[in-house]
């Protein structure tokens, strides 16, 4: 293959290239290019490397001006910042993909159905597969939600599953992400702009693509309500909240209402927005609101995002939530934990997508050995995300490990600790210049009729050199993912 | 539709039509800079602010009326709610929540303009050149934002809401700029009808882009005619009339707003220019601004608020 042959002398970037011992996913170990991304680096070394950092601030400002941007809380300066995007896309081999794409179903599946059980006659519990305790303590568990019984018996619809691939080459799921998934907008609007950025080079690749996600969206969401021409909207914090971008994309992408909890009241029974035209029902509500902050009677009583009585509703039918009030208990990293067990209680089938493995804090044994290993461990709240509240052991001064000590010793129940992965690396430009940047991969997945797993997804990419931490708060950037057909 | 996006398209339009006619009313100097006699231009640079309605706030942060100041007031700073900045921020504020429902192009010309204008807000002072060249860009901008909603966004609620918001804000301000005329210095009462009295005259003209529209209707420059164009005229765009018409189109009477733009309406169509100079045209200016006040809350009572419940 005379591209393989090449592989030095693609760009002289490439030169000083070193993978420093991870899994790069464009170059094999001995310096040849992957057999999936052959066709990409023919094409753009065709290019110049010039021509392509040019293309890479060509793209920065067609983000700026698109306003493709998310909000940051603690920054002083200015409110909004744009996800800093790379041109150099991440692919996936269709065979990989496929493995990934069935393990996913196999794990919404499981936990759909362990949500349904744990909020009815919990089976898993009374089999001893999962102590009652670890539900009853969890901060995502709504007792306000027992006996319900949401439409289609569906609790998560949509979630965005994060995969990381370790130096063994394997993908192992790292969060579940069942609440409120964001970035799914980044991945549409990456695409939108590799193709712009990189027409000739587009045109003739097979990618699968990701743009129908929407109408697929659209569809789940119209399938949560029994009536004929459902009314959906989408509900937002409003225009503060840092994924409010994505609200609006994706509300104008459906052709449907973006409300805020101010635009709805409910009345007899029934949730209705305020219109020019007076009031209008509303059957079904992509909330992209936290559980405790929907209904202000119910939950959060401060909560000025919600619409107070709309729990009433919901419990009657007359309203469709998504995803459901109380689906965050199996968000809990420590109900993580259980994933495996679940898929095989529920299913009887071996896990396909391993977990990470995972110490629970809340047990003595593995308590016991994360704090006397916690220098090469990475220890996590159990309720957070975003990358706040955690701490890796490899990267941490001895002040900050031993205050996560002691946060372990005195609530061992909110914390778990993972060994440290190798997330995997993917060629980056960083300063006109190529280097290895980790990665990891959100696919997003639609649980409605059937399940729909949107192809590729959206990869995070941590720019800072050597940094773990993919999170957009905390300096992540993104990549366009291909899937070739 | 929304109430809420309702308004928010209402005003994202009022906005954008506000900023451009901000640099019309700074234009208006301009334009008389250019044919006055050097130095006579001093003195008249007052009556912008005095037609925007925001003196107060003027004299509290400025003082006196130079010429720096008053452009610095009314176009970059960002104190004044009104000025061509915090318009655009405003209406880039409003196209932000109700990006879900305008055009992808709509938002990206106002978040355009809105980039382009935020690096002037911190400079101090501007060259004549570069000044000249931004009010330019400012009614380019705007221009080229109708144009888009026209072209990209359907003919439905929200375009209706968006054009009544654009045809109001001109109404309101056409009459401003016929209203500084009022506040200009003539060296006593015997220059009126004289040369001077007649380019203040046409300064506005122009500042209204209606002094070739004028030409073609009216050809010579006289008082009562330019007053019959800028306040009566039918088919001038930016006459108030016009925009009455415009702005308005109903499909009945059915709510107070209809009622009251319908009466706004048939006003204009019954009034000569005679009624107009005979109530005094500063006192026949100032009804009009009552009126349309009146209406602009007519209309967040009706559609925007929760009284719609």
């Not at chain 2, 005094?280 to 200016?285: F, K, R, S, T, V």
């Amino acid at each position: 293959m005379k591209t393989n042959e090449m592989a030095p002398v693609i760009w002289k970037a490439l030169d000083k290239y070193s993978m420093d011992n991870f899994y790069d996913e464009m170059i094999e170990p001995g310096g040849q290019i992957r057999p999936c991304y052959e066709q990409l680096t023919d094409r753009m070394s065709g290019l110049g490397f010039e021509e392509v950092v040019g293309r890479q601030q060509a793209a920065d400002r067609a983000f700026v001006s698109m306003g493709i941007t998310f909000n940051v809380y603690r920054d002083g300066e200015g409110l909004e910042k744009i996800f800093p995007f790379d041109i150099i896309p991440r692919i996936i081999p269709v065979k990989e993909w496929e493995n990934i794409e069935r393990g996913l179903k196999q794990r919404i599946t499981a936990l759909n159905l362990f949500l349904q059980d744990i909020y009815g006659s919990k089976k898993i519990i009374k089999d001893g597969v999962i102590p009652l305790e670890i539900i009853l303590s969890s901060a995502g568990y709504l007792k306000q939600c027992e006996g319900l019984k949401p439409a289609h018996h569906t609790w998560a619809h949509i979630s965005g599953i994060d995969l990381i691939k370790h130096s063994d080459g394997l993908n192992y799921v790292l969060e579940d992400n069942l609440r409120v998934p964001s970035g799914v907008s980044y991945v549409l609007g990456n695409r939108d702009i590799m193709k712009r950025t990189f027409p000739e080079i587009f045109e003739r690749m097979d990618v699968r693509p990701v743009t129908d996600y929407p109408l697929r969206l659209l569809e789940m969401l119209e399938y949560l309500s029994s009536r004929e021409k459902p009314t959906v909207v989408v509900l937002t914090p409003g225009i503060y909240n840092s994924a409010y971008f994505e609200h609006s994309f994706l509300a104008q992408q459906m052709g449907v209402e973006l409300v805020e909890g101010r635009d709805l009241i409910v009345q007899d029974d029934y949730v209705y927005m305020r219109t020019t035209q007076g009031l209008k029902r509303v059957d079904v509500i992509y909330r992209r609101v936290d559980d405790t902050f929907i209904d202000p009677k119910h939950f959060n009583p401060d909560s000025v995002l919600g619409v107070p009585g709309i729990f009433d509703v919901y419990r009657r039918g007359h309203v469709a939530l998504a995803n459901a009030p109380g689906t965050g208990v199996a968000d809990d990293k420590v109900i993580y934990a259980f994933v495996p067990q679940m898929i095989k209680y529920y299913l009887d089938e071996e896990p396909i997508l391993p977990n990470v493995p995972t110490y629970l804090c809340w047990d003595q044994k593995d308590r016991e050995y994360v704090l006397e290993n916690i220098g090469k461990m990475v220890v996590k709240a159990a309720n957070q995300s975003g990358g706040y509240g955690m701490l890796i052991g490899t990267q941490s001064t001895k002040s900050e490990k031993e205050a996560f000590k002691a946060k372990i010793k005195k609530f061992p129940r909110e914390y778990i600790a993972q060994p440290t992965m190798d997330l995997s690396r993917v060629p980056t430009i960083i300063d006109n210049d190529i280097k290895g940047r980790h990665v990891d991969l959100r696919p997003y997945v639609l649980f409605g009729k059937d399940i729909y797993v949107m192809p590729g997804g959206l990869t995070r990419v941590a720019l800072r050199e050597g940094s773990l931490v993919v999170n957009s708060s905390q300096g992540g950037g993104s990549k366009d993912t291909w899937v070739l057909r | 539709m929304l109430s809420r996006v309702a308004e928010s398209i209402c005003w994202m339009n009022r906005y954008i039509e506000r900023a451009e006619n901000y640099a019309r009313f700074i234009e208006v100097d301009f334009n008389l800079a250019m044919d006055l006699p050097p130095g006579t231009i001093e003195g008249q640079w007052r009556p912008l602010v005095l037609t925007t309605g925001d003196e107060v706030l003027f004299q509290e942060l400025y003082g006196e009326f130079t010429k720096n100041n008053v452009i610095r007031f009314l176009a970059f700073d960002k104190n004044n709610p009104n000025s061509i900045c915090s318009c655009l921020s405003a209406a880039r504020e409003n196209a932000r929540t109700v990006r879900e429902v305008i055009s992808s192009e709509m938002w990206l010309q106002i978040n355009e303009m809105y980039l382009s204008i935020r690096p002037m807000i911190s400079k101090t002072s501007h060259s004549e050149k570069f000044m000249m060249e931004f009010f330019r860009d400012i009614k380019q901008g705007s221009h080229l934002f109708s144009g888009i909603m026209n072209a990209t966004f359907s003919r439905n609620e929200g375009w209706h809401f968006g054009n009544m918001g654009r045809f109001m804000e001109r109404a309101d301000k056409t009459d401003r700029i016929l209203d500084m005329k009022y506040y200009y210095l003539l060296p006593n009462i015997d220059y009126v009808g004289t040369p001077l009295d007649l380019l203040q005259w046409s300064a506005l003209l122009k500042s209204a882009s209606g002094f070739e529209m004028y030409r073609q209707t009216f050809g010579k420059l006289e008082v009562a005619n330019i007053v019959r164009f800028l306040i009566l005229d039918k088919n001038f765009p930016r006459a108030v009339r016009h925009c009455v018409i415009t702005g308005g189109r109903t499909g009945g009477f059915k709510t107070k707003v209809e009622k009251e733009m319908g009466k706004l309406r048939s006003e204009l169509d019954y009034t000569d220019v005679k009624d107009i100079f005979e109530v005094g045209l500063h006192e026949y200016l100032d009804q009009f601004q009552t009126k349309m006040n009146n209406l602009g809350f007519a209309i967040a009572e009706t559609f925007f608020t929760d009284a719609v419940v």
